[in-house]
């Protein structure tokens, strides 16, 4: 028989007793490891099975839209069109709302797609052309995509892991997007290592660094509106980030001072319970208390900004959603008949006339100063 | 009362209004006005709160700051740090002492 401690040996390299053990930092995609969650049906299940009925509003995103005055959630005009190319991702973070990842090859917008998408900025006006994924620019029609939308003068935006931008075909890009005028906004969930590595995986937080290094050096983040570089974080963990101003002061200075590295603007966004992010906050026990944070954090002032009132989201398969969000939980958007909307041949007017989709999940994007692609909606 | 410490009083801080609203008020109208954003970023005072926190042992504050140092922006290096000032301060404070008893004894000894 070995010694019998006296007293308990956990230390530094020694997880003390009772404390979980460190999640997996990058995992792989739910659908490759056959969870039951890679379902959106069980996503939208999961999150409306947690009892909230002691909540505001009964933890019913309707009924807080009915008691603030919004009967139903009318769009306004079409500003942004948002194209998800797909969910090829080089990385799989730990927090993905898409699910994506590198086996998800085969959910990549076809060249086809990509054209009926073209025809259907020109009918619907929008100014600002929004390219998602997954990692958008894995999309083999990514380039001719750009360059089309930039001839027909829409500002395009893309939205950037940072890490990409380091692969072998991708290396020209910063300097490619420079000579386009593109607006890059680039997640960084924080600006230190550790809490970048815990969502996106060991490394990834240098590499970002040096990606950051790359668009500098190509223009961006130097307070040129032509070469936009705008650094999204969003929260490591079952909280909702705070004051984006105040943060984005902090980035600044640390990023450059410690890195040398700068860019132009911070947005702050709540994770939404959805996905990747959905199996990590019921795996930890957090599921009940963040929808209770959610739902009690809920702000009407962030409604008439929600990004769904002014933006649609394509799919990979060409299908319209009122954002990326509902498009994860297959929510498409509706027509009043009951009919969804395909890129190939919408009626902007009958779009323009529809309610958009809402659900529990919307409570992620009007907690505390709300959320949406672009940011806190009140400051 | 089964037990001293409970999670729910924390959120029923405000009820402490009911023996005197008056002084209640000014508390927390205080309160609120040096967390604010100042000279010191709201994440700065968040990381001294809760290195104060562990100083006064206080599981309310420590859950609280925990919380809102995380949500500033701080990640776990930040905080330990922020802690071992704690740590370090009262630490110290107990060793300087020593420089008392060294008096005394230098003092009552041959
Ligand atoms: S969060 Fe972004 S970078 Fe990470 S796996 Fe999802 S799509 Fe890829
Ligand atoms: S998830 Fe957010 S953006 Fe999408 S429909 Fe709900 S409120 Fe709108």
Known sequence: ???????????PDVAGPGLPAASPRAVRSLRSRGSELASAETQIETVSRVD???????????????????????????????INLGKLCNMSCRHCHVDAGPDRSDEVMDPATVEACLAAIDRCGAHTVDLTGGAPELNPSFRTLVDALVSRGKHVIDRCNLTILLTASHRDLPEWFAKRGVELVCSLPHNRRRNTDIQRGDGTFEKSI????????????????????????????????ANQAAMEREWKESLEREHGVTFDRLLALNNMPISRYLEWLEETGNLKRYMELLVTSFNAGTIAGLMCRNTISVSWDGRIFDCDFNQMLELPAVASDGSGFHVWDFDPAVLAARPVVVGRHCFGCTAGAGSSCGGAIES | MDTYYKPEHLSHFASIAEGNKALAEKFFSYYGAVFADGALSVREKALIALAVAHTVQCPYCIDAYSQECLKNGSDLEQMTEALHVAVAIRGGASLVHGVQMLEHVKKSSM
């Open chain 1, 1 to 11: 028989m070995g010694d019998v401690p006296l007293l308990p040996t956990w230390g």
């Open chain 1, 210 to 241: 040096t990606a950051l290094r790359l668009l500098n050096a190509a223009g961006y983040g130097k307070g040129d509106p032509g070469r936009r570089l705008t650094l999204v974080t969003n929260p490591a963990g079952a909280f909702l980030p």
């Open chain 1, 52 to 82: 909230l009925s002691a909540m505001p509003y009964a933890g019913s995103f309707e009924r807080a839209l009915r008691e603030n005055g919004w009967a139903r959630l009318e769009p306004a005009p079409i500003e942004i069109f948002q």
